[in-house]
């Protein structure tokens, strides 16, 4: 089941785009600017 919010990085602003975000491995990053998921915020 996808998130029904969005996964934003608290950093950069990139928006995650995926199906699940909670279903990404410990060690995703963030593509634009390379921090790790707990900088990401629902939103």
Same mark, same amino acid.
């Given at each position: 089941?996808?998130?029904?919010?969005?996964?934003?990085?608290? @950093? *950069?602003?990139?928006?995650?785009? %995926?199906? +699940?975000?909670?279903?990404?491995?410990?060690?995703? @990053? *963030?593509?634009?600017?390379?921090? %790790?998921? +707990?900088?990401?915020?629902?939103?």
């Amino acid at each position: 089941m996808a998130d029904d919010k969005n996964w934003v990085c608290t @950093v *950069c602003g990139y928006v995650y785009d %995926g199906p +699940d975000f909670n279903a990404e491995p410990d060690d995703y @990053v *963030c593509p634009v600017c390379g921090v %790790g998921k +707990d900088m990401f915020e629902q939103q």
